[in-house]
């Protein structure tokens, strides 16, 4: 039996990251192309999820035959890293002009939160093997780390604070996506915790199974996270 297509190509560029290999040259127009590929992967992700992506399903779901497919994508993987890529031109890049680089941030990751919470899917992300380097993450990632330089923070220290800021934004959408209690739940695991309040005081003072504002609590970390950034720069001057 002859090896697919994209078992083929596997063997000269394993392991190697889809925006690192050239597209396939055409095959006598084949109807598909990565644009249209990563818009239906894109549906198929939305609509059911991530363990529903295979690409038997997503060749049906495009109407073509899983060899044609593999024309033009070698691995699941792959489209996954196109999927994400796509995802992220849909966060707005502020005006690095106006407002101060905190104002920024703020603008970028909130918009890059919203983004996330639109495409529940995503917040799978920090799982994934291997780093994100398409042309709309990275994008998103030079406007951020550009911003924390011309804040006045060095190279190392800029790195650092860019997985703090961007590990806040994925565990508030992944958090946010994926807990999904009902206010009965809620109050019932309440009730419950009540009845421990020797043991968990503050627990239960504070309400901690009822606390569902995740836009504020967000908004108070990011805040909280930046203040003392903006205290470390004022100590290092």
Not at 114 to 133: E, K
Request: proline share 5%.
């Amino acid at each position: 039996m002859g090896k697919s297509r994209g078992a083929g190509r596997m063997g000269s560029g394993s392991g190697q990251s889809v925006w690192l290999r050239r597209p396939p040259a055409p095959r006598h127009e084949p109807p598909l192309s990565r644009e249209r590929i990563t818009k239906a992967a894109i549906a198929l992700l939305d609509e059911e999820g991530m363990e529903r992506l295979t690409m038997r399903h997503l060749a049906e779901r495009l109407g073509v035959g899983a060899t044609t497919l593999y024309w033009h994508i070698d691995t699941k993987d792959d489209v996954v890293d196109l999927a994400t890529d796509a995802i992220f031109a849909e966060v707005p890049l502020p005006d690095g002009q106006d407002g101060s680089w905190q104002e920024n941030v703020v603008a970028l990751l909130s918009g890059c939160r919203a983004m996330l919470l639109r495409h529940p899917w995503s917040a799978a992300l920090p799982l994934r093997q291997r780093p994100s380097i398409g042309p709309n993450f990275l994008a998103w990632l030079e406007f951020l780390q550009a911003t924390l330089s011309r804040a006045g923070f060095r190279a190392q220290q800029t790195q650092a604070v860019c997985w703090l800021l961007y590990n806040h934004v994925l565990g508030s959408a992944a958090s946010q996506s994926n807990l999904q209690w009902s206010k009965a739940e809620r109050l019932a695991a309440q009730e419950q915790l009540s009845q421990q309040q020797a043991q968990f005081p503050t627990l239960v003072a504070y309400e901690y199974t009822l606390d569902e504002d995740w836009e504020e609590n967000f908004h108070l970390g990011v805040k909280f996270v930046l203040d003392g950034l903006q205290a470390q720069l004022s100590a290092d001057d």
